[in-house]
Nanobody
Framework: QMQLAESGGGSVQAGGSLRLSCVVS????????MAWIRQRPGNGREGVAA????????YYTDSVKGRFTISQDNAKKTLYLQMNSLKPEDTGMYYC??????????????????WGQGTQVTVSS
């Protein structure tokens, strides 16, 4: 069974940067997309960025476009999220997640079946 382990969260001031990493134990034959999903205080889970693991297509929620970049290094079995120009509203728990195929909405959290434990990101003003 796939296991995911995030790292790289922390506390930064607004305008700062962080890079999140997610190490994947093993890819499954049915994985199509991997994503970063966050849960902000008082909110439900929100798909932030997703990547098609068999190609290079990427998807972002509107609020992070131009600031966040999702990427993958298959040789290292690692997913990344580079976050620049961070804002206080980016504060939340960030989860790495993987689907099990049949995913037609890459930013929809309910389409993901494997999840990491999460890493906390706190942005102060």
């Amino acid at each position: 069974q796939m296991q995911l382990a995030e790292s790289g969260g922390g506390s930064v001031q607004a305008g700062g940067s962080l890079r999140l990493s997610c190490v994947v134990s093993e890819y499954t034959d049915s994985t199509d997309y991997m994503a970063w999903i966050r849960q902000r205080p008082g909110n439900g889970r929100e798909g932030v960025a997703a990547i098609y693991t068999r190609g290079s297509s990427t998807y972002y929620t509107d609020s992070v476009k131009g600031r966040f970049t999702i990427s993958q290094d298959n040789a290292k079995k690692t997913l990344y999220l580079q976050m620049n120009s961070l804002k206080p509203e980016d504060t939340g728990m960030y989860y790495c997640a993987s689907d099990n195929g049949g995913n037609y909405r890459p930013l929809q959290p309910s389409n993901y079946v494997y999840w990491g434990q999460g890493t906390q990101v706190t942005v102060s003003s």
